[in-house]
């Protein structure tokens, strides 16, 4: 073999290349801001848009976050959402222990004052 003793200096392979799918980013909407006073739930004053009622004592706004899309590749579909909600700027004292901000993986936006 090789070119020093008259043979050919190549081989052929046949190989297969897989390409895997990669992870789509999920979209969605969110509400504009949402203004509740402290004493929303005692005293009946919740926003309309986004619809708001009160579950003993703790504000919940349906379809906050909205036209959820996991994704648009194929195993996006099967794929669920998880919000993750951070306070920023010292809010932390407008909320009651354990009432903190959160959003289910429908949209739906709870907290208690």
Do not use: M, Y
């Amino acid at each position: 073999g090789g070119w020093a003793f008259g043979g050919v200096n190549a081989t052929s392979h046949a190989f297969s290349i897989s390409v895997n799918p990669i992870n789509s980013k999920p979209t969605f909407l969110i509400a504009p801001t949402v203004t509740v006073s402290e004493n929303a739930c005692d005293e009946g004053r919740l926003p309309l848009l986004p619809p708001a009622a009160c579950v003993a004592a703790e504000v919940v706004i349906t379809n906050f976050a909205s036209d959820l899309n996991p994704g648009d590749g194929e195993t996006e579909a099967e794929q669920g959402l998880t919000f993750s909600v951070r306070q920023v700027g010292g809010t932390e004292a407008l909320f009651t222990p354990g009432g903190e901000p959160r959003i289910d993986g429908n949209g739906t936006l709870f907290f208690s004052l």
